[in-house]
């Protein structure tokens, strides 16, 4: 059995029938159960093993990428959101489930020392909206927070060290519904919650059916990041320009105009360009394909196959700072994806079966995920971008130092990375701006 966090004897707590109470919003919140244990807001993590984590989850986020790019179309998701989710249900997992889930996800930091690092992520993230100070001309004002709560079955019984996990690493206490009474009274509550953590931007995360009289447990992370440009774009600059859906196939959409000190890099099948948002920390990274000299194909499907963890530093690492004549499609979409069978082919099956092993969050065997559900939403405008996702996992019984010119005109990739750690707070494909 892995190490937990709790001292005390391995005792079960059941939920009560508490009364409703206020969240400190116009959210009405259900009765919550927390672990008598403090968040820690000064994990002891070093540099080495923050480094081991996000690159870790850089791994996983290409993998995952990989996976579902294979639908045609746009495609948004925030990897950083769909890790924590998983990392929250890793720490109730036991055995093979535990293995398979470490090996998909690219946990290589024990616990809890694992659960300390997702901790001093979270903990930096949000400290880059305190870096920016507000200005009164600021038409989009920094915003990056993130969010996680569990939502547990009323008079179920829970392991204490896994409340005491969740409360220690990832502030969030456990909200007790009543899925057996009420599933689809408790998948509006949740719904709310999310709508609420990301301004109202993920809407019905949790599609009907989603929650039924058999869930025991939701495990919900929600991320919302909204700022400007560093260097905005001028709307006067901004102009319909073409764009090719396909060869052949070419339309014209109102495209960004401008040239700046950008950073700019090249290499193998790609150019990329990184516009920093207001503050310096955050910025999005935008990449156009490219074929290699005498290669014919799709470029886009070309760099998707090879698109690793390592593929996504070597991107990075190309930046260099440039002056940039850029023309950038203006776009707005949401994107759901329900990660089940994704993650199941990924290489954790246990999981979503009947061989689950979750014992750590009840005591016994019994639990299996039924759902991971993640929804994306992304607007890029000439002041700067909004971004949102979240995740629900389901539980239940049973440089370049010349001038360049990037003309995004084609189906191309993009990134929102925080700088000082490199994690990938979300990753997207615009296959049609329009």
């Not at 903990?123 to 200005?135: I, T, Y």
């Not at 963890?309 to 004549?325: F, P």
């Amino acid at each position: 059995m892995k190490p937990r966090l709790s001292s005390r004897p391995l005792a079960l707590v059941a939920v009560p029938l508490l009364g409703l109470v206020a969240c400190g919003s116009d959210v009405d919140a259900p009765p919550e159960v927390r672990s008598d244990l403090a968040r820690d807001v000064t994990p002891d993590i070093g540099d080495a093993d923050l480094d081991a984590l996000v690159a870790g989850n850089t791994a996983f986020a290409a993998d995952l990428y990989r996976q579902v790019s294979v639908e045609p179309g746009n495609l948004f998701f925030s990897p950083h959101s769909i890790s924590t989710a998983l990392a929250m249900t890793y720490a109730g997992a036991e055995g093979t489930t535990e293995a398979q889930m470490a090996d998909t996800l690219h946990f290589t930091l024990a616990e809890p020392t694992l659960h300390a690092g997702f901790n001093q992520l979270d903990l930096e993230l949000a400290s880059r909206a305190e870096s920016v100070p507000e200005e009164g001309g600021q038409t989009r004002p920094f915003r990056l927070r993130t969010a996680s709560s569990i939502w547990g079955q009323l008079g179920y019984a829970f392991v204490p060290a896994f409340l005491d996990t969740l409360a220690v690493h990832y502030g969030a206490g456990l909200n007790v519904l009543d899925f057996e009474a009420d599933p689809e009274a408790a998948r509006e509550v949740i719904n709310t919650w999310v709508e609420h953590q990301t301004e109202d931007r993920i809407v019905d995360l949790l599609p009907e059916g989603t929650i039924t009289t058999l869930t025991r447990l939701v495990l919900t992370n929600a991320i919302y990041f909204s700022a400007s440009w560093d260097t905005p774009f001028e709307v006067e600059d901004t102009a319909d320009r073409p764009f090719a859906l396909a060869p052949g196939e070419v339309v014209d959409v109102p495209t960004l105009h401008q040239v700046a000190e950008l950073g700019y890099g090249e290499g193998a099948r790609f150019r990329a360009v990184e516009l920093p948002y207001d503050g310096g920390q955050v910025s999005m990274v935008v990449v156009v394909p490219e074929l290699l000299p005498d290669e014919a194909g799709d470029p886009l499907a070309l760099l998707e196959a090879e698109l690793t963890g390592a593929k996504l530093d070597e991107i990075r690492a190309s930046l260099g700072t440039a002056m940039v004549t850029l023309d950038l499609p203006k776009f707005e979409f949401d994107a759901p994806l329900s990660l089940k069978d994704t993650l199941a082919a990924m290489g954790m099956p246990d999981a979503f079966s009947d061989a689950a092993d979750f014992s750590g969050i009840n005591g016994e065997r019994g639990l299996r995920i039924t759902d991971v559900i993640h929804k994306g939403f992304v607007a890029i405008d000439e002041e700067g971008t909004e971004a949102a996702a979240a995740t629900a996992v389901v539980v239940g019984d049973t440089s370049v130092p010349e001038p360049a010119t990037v003309t995004v005109d084609r189906p191309f990739l993009f990134f929102i990375v925080d700088r000082p750690t490199g994690a990938v707070l979300f990753v997207g494909r615009v296959v049609d701006p329009r």
